[in-house]
């Protein structure tokens, strides 16, 4: 049987993970392919640590350009991550003529679209399943399962150590500190956790499927980012007495000529299916003109879920190989149109304001006519019982879709009028 020769350029908890799932499934794969994957080399600056997984110690090495270099490595595996040394060698392995296979969202999202030219250049491919929602195939979804229909609107819950960390503050009533440090020991949030919490982890997958379903690469500047850094439980519990729960949720949405890519904690419909996606589960809701809405759900990240979509794409590239017939030269397909990215500013929502208002007369038709002089429109006000250091009680809004700018500019003045005993806080609403 005709044997594919992998090279591994990282072996950390993903890299072990598919040296695992290959040598654990080598004879379903082989009889499934046609073909068998075998694992060449492997490079890693740290060849020393046991990662569980049975090892020819001859295949490491901490050179990874002698990886790519080796004759007999057909498809490079790139699972070091960030942009740094991974960019410079999927960038060598490429313009060697060898196909990529990578799990690195960061990496795509900032230098995508150099990369892809490279791979459309070399006539190679550049696989990147793993890249978002770790088992999830939302990344085949795109490309191949829905490629006839016109995407509307993308919702995703991407990031798994945000929802546990908003699941566990809904249900426990703790505060974001007390969670997040629970997370951090539980391994689910790392030690320096920003990149998650302050939603550019989101972001960055955000960008890769916001390029697939719309054909050009959406720099990463145009995305909105808000994370959940310091979320107040008094949000969490209010929310979900007005029926609602916040999660950190992807919006992408086309809008006729015009995209939205925003990233930001937004209070979901407790009816809606992705309310129901907790702790560390991932889920990507596409709605398309031909399908409505589909689902998918599962593991977003983790060494197993992670491993097995890059096994589903060294298995696709090893088919390619194998007919001489790479099945994906472009990354991202060519829009038949040019789309523009709308600006913050320009986007129209439901809200929820939370205000800390001086508690005495006045102060409420303070702010309502400040708010009515903006254009923004409320739809409820509720006003709680528990009055709150310095005299002021929280009051809760719901505004009826108003635009960002204008809400922007209320906020301010409301702010500037003396009567709040914090900045408001502001989150949108899913319609």
Do not use: W
């Not at 679209?113 to 195939?137: C, K, M, R, T, Y």
């Not at 006000?381 to 250091?389: D, G, K, N, S």
């Amino acid at each position: 049987m005709k044997q594919i020769g992998i090279g591994l350029l990282g072996f950390g908890t993903v890299g072990a993970g598919v040296v695992a799932g290959l040598h654990r499934n080598r004879e379903l794969l082989s009889h499934r392919l046609g073909v068998e994957l075998v694992v060449r080399r492997i490079a890693d600056v740290d060849l020393e640590r046991d990662r569980g997984v049975p090892v020819d110690r001859a295949i490491l090495t901490r050179d990874a350009r002698a990886v790519i270099q080796d004759p007999t490595v057909d498809i490079v595996v790139e699972l070091i991550g960030g942009t740094g040394i991974a960019r410079a060698l999927v960038s060598e392995a490429l313009q060697a003529g060898k196909p990529v296979v990578t799990a690195n969202k960061k990496l795509l999202a900032e230098y995508g679209e150099e990369l892809f030219g490279l791979a459309e250049q070399g006539q190679v491919d550049l696989a990147f399943g793993a890249s978002v929602g770790g088992g999830i195939p939302i990344i085949r979804v795109l490309r191949e399962g829905l490629i006839g229909n016109q995407v509307q609107r993308i919702l995703g819950i991407l990031n798994g150590t945000c929802n546990y960390i908003l699941s566990r503050m809904e249900s426990e009533g703790a505060a974001f500190d007390v969670v997040l440090r629970a997370a951090q020991e539980a391994g689910y949030a790392e030690t320096d956790p920003a990149l998650d919490i302050d939603g550019f982890d989101t972001a960055h997958k955000a960008v890769i499927l916001s390029s697939l379903a719309y054909g050009f690469h959406v720099p990463l500047s145009a995305v909105t980012v808000e994370g959940i850094r310091g979320l107040s439980g008094m949000d969490v519990q209010y929310a979900r007495e007005l029926g609602y729960r916040i999660k950190l949720l992807a919006v992408i949405r086309r809008d006729g000529d015009e995209i939205e890519v925003r990233v930001h904690p937004t209070l979901v419909p407790m009816g809606h299916m992705l309310a129901s996606v907790n702790q560390v589960f991932n889920a990507v809701m596409v709605q398309c003109d031909l399908t409505g809405d589909t689902l998918y759900y599962g593991r977003g990240a983790g060494r197993d879920p992670t491993a097995s979509t890059v096994i589903g794409d060294l298995a696709d590239v090893a088919q390619g190989l194998v007919s001489r017939q790479p099945r994906h030269r472009r990354g991202v397909p060519r829009a038949n149109q040019t789309l523009r990215v709308r600006p913050l500013a320009e986007i129209t929502s439901r809200y929820y304001v939370r205000l800390m208002v001086l508690d005495k007369p006045g102060s409420l038709g303070i702010f309502t006519a400040i708010l009515g002089r903006h254009g923004v429109s409320i739809s409820a006000v509720t006003q709680r019982a528990v009055l709150q250091e310095g005299g002021h009680v929280p009051v809760v809004v719901l505004t009826h879709a108003a635009r960002e700018a204008e809400l922007h500019a209320a906020l301010a003045e409301i702010q500037a009028a003396g009567v709040l005993g914090e900045a408001p806080t502001r989150l949108r609403i899913l319609d």
